[in-house]
């Protein structure tokens, strides 16, 4: 191109001419008509005048500016400005919060509906145990709307100094079943409003020698704590109270898994010389979802739930029946319920304990609490987040077997199931599609609103290949859990349908924990 414009000699416009240059609009015409299309010499000399004029103008202006600047105040002027300065110092002052004892947030909150205390210790930033401490809360999950909680230290509750330097703390029982009763003691001279024990299953204590029951199985870690006006902080050593049950076996209520409809419910093979010796068997269904075919044998017409009361001779047994409304493989399943929730657990963010608890509840058959499991991991992160390796040592202690497995594909989540294991996964829960209609009867998708990282156990797969079946703990809603299935006890999350590409897409890592049982190889 620039030995061809050479070669053409092109006389270039004037550059104050419009089309002139290489980005002019109109090459073509300007190569045509190489002069007399031109605009005169004279237009473009008059533009360049025009340009300057403008700059003198410009120039002029800024010159007057500056000379009023500097020009001595007029008396006028001065009052105009002393009364702006007079109106602007009348004006109130905005409000400011009334002084606290401390920096921090106001004294007090009035809890609504859906709030938890360790909500509200991330919002005004206060540590949690510093929220039980001053408003005597024993159990934080039974706090209700328009309770006050105390967001600063009382005035006048601590005594001066601080907290003692060494403590250490003994019971008088470490080991039993349930109920357990166990008295705690401290070897330091506690002063009152300064401390609080920590049972370990989400409870607490403000005595200095409580005494206290463990209603529930599991492992409970036992801490005291110390504060003082010097902002120091003293925990104590820590006990382990184990409330151990052994093997759960309920022989009046019982859980059976049916992988399809049509597939048969044998209660003579459930209840053996009890049926024969006990003079027959009678059986009422509540909803019926089973036809008799004679002989104690009856046969699924339909998915679903269903409580069956079986009479025989002068005793009652419950049965908690779900027949799975698409043919499906499921892991090995126990005759009783291990399902557990986060409801009313202490804090939301106990998806991670909920589902080790599950899992060594169908492991080991030792019936673990959430808050015991909580209790054991502590918090590594404020929201109660925790991660896979937080899992193991809760699991390790008790004699679960466990293996972190890659998931590339919906292959491998399924091979874990046909080992008869279950495994537990973390999935960005706004990745599974909403269910359409009632949650209690449609049993495909995800029953809540809530869009969070989150832990949940998948247990089996449909033969199709569509769909995981998962236990999810995160209840029906987070004020009352009320909603169960047409059994009457199983809650939502138990036997969800999700399906397989979106929670293969909803991974947040591509692992998953798979659990073996020991009877299971």
Not at 198 to 226: A, C, M, N, Q
Not at 258 to 286: K, N, T, Y
């Amino acid at each position: 191109m620039i030995s061809v414009l050479q070669n053409q000699r092109i006389r270039r416009p004037h550059r104050f001419c419009p089309g002139s240059g290489a980005g002019s609009a109109w090459p073509a015409a300007a190569e045509r008509h190489t002069g007399r299309s031109r605009l005169p010499a004279a237009i473009c000399r008059g533009a360049s005048l025009l340009g300057a004029l403008f700059l003198l103008f410009y120039v002029g202006r800024g010159l007057e500016r500056s000379l009023h600047r500097s020009a001595p105040q007029t008396s006028e002027t001065s009052t105009r400005r002393a009364a702006l300065q007079v109106e602007i110092l009348s004006r109130p002052a905005p409000e400011r919060p009334l002084p606290q004892e401390t920096d921090g947030p106001p004294n007090s909150y009035t809890v609504k509906k859906g709030d938890t205390l360790f909500d509200l210790s991330r919002t005004y930033d206060v540590p949690l145990y510093h929220l039980l401490l001053w408003n005597r809360i024993m159990d934080p999950s039974r706090i209700r709307p328009g309770d006050v909680i105390r967001l600063s230290r009382p005035m006048g509750d601590y005594p001066k100094g601080s907290p003692p330097t060494e403590l250490r703390i003994s019971c008088d029982v470490s080991s039993g079943t349930p109920p357990l009763e166990v008295r705690f003691a401290c070897d330091a001279d506690l002063q009152e409003g300064t401390f609080l024990w920590d049972l370990g299953d989400w409870h607490f204590s403000y005595d200095k020698s409580p005494i206290y029951t463990f209603e529930e199985p599991g492992l409970f870690t036992v801490k005291l704590r110390t504060y003082g006006t010097a902002g120091g902080e003293m925990p104590s050593n820590s006990l382990t109270v184990r409330v151990m049950p052994g093997r759960y076996r309920d022989a009046n209520r019982r859980y059976v898994t049916l992988s399809r409809p049509d597939e048969v419910l044998d209660l003579d093979s459930l209840f053996g010389h009890e049926a024969a010796d006990g003079g027959g068997i009678r059986v009422v269904q509540q909803p019926p979802i089973f036809e008799s075919a004679g002989d104690e044998i009856y046969v699924a017409a339909q998915g679903g739930y269903s409580r069956l009361t079986v009479q025989i001779g002068g005793s009652a047994h419950k049965i908690y029946a779900f027949v799975s409304p698409i043919p499906s493989r499921h892991a090995w399943e126990p005759d009783y319920d291990w399902y557990k929730t986060q409801f009313g657990t202490g804090i939301r963010g106990n998806c991670g304990p909920a589902t080790v608890a599950m899992a060594s509840y169908w492991a080991s058959g030792i019936d673990t609490s959430v808050a015991a499991v909580r209790s054991e991991i502590g918090m590594p992160h404020s929201n109660g987040a925790i991660s896979f390796q937080h899992m193991e040592d809760p699991l390790a202690s008790r004699g679960v077997s466990y293996a972190l497995r890659q998931v590339a594909t919906a292959e491998d989540v399924r091979q874990m199931i046909d080992r008869d294991s279950i495994c537990i996964v973390l999935i960005n829960t706004s990745r599974i599609e909403h269910v359409g209609g009632d949650a209690r009867s449609n049993l495909i998708g995800r029953y809540y609103w809530d869009s969070t990282g989150h832990y949940l156990v998948v247990k089996g797969y449909t033969l199709d290949g569509r769909y995981f079946i998962v236990y999810d703990p995160i209840p029906s809603d987070w004020t009352t859990n009320r909603l169960r299935y047409p059994d009457g006890a199983s809650m939502l999350g138990r036997n969800r349908y999700y399906p397989a590409s979106q929670l293969l897409r909803s991974l947040k890592q591509r692992v998953a924990l798979e659990i073996r049982h020991p009877e299971r190889g």
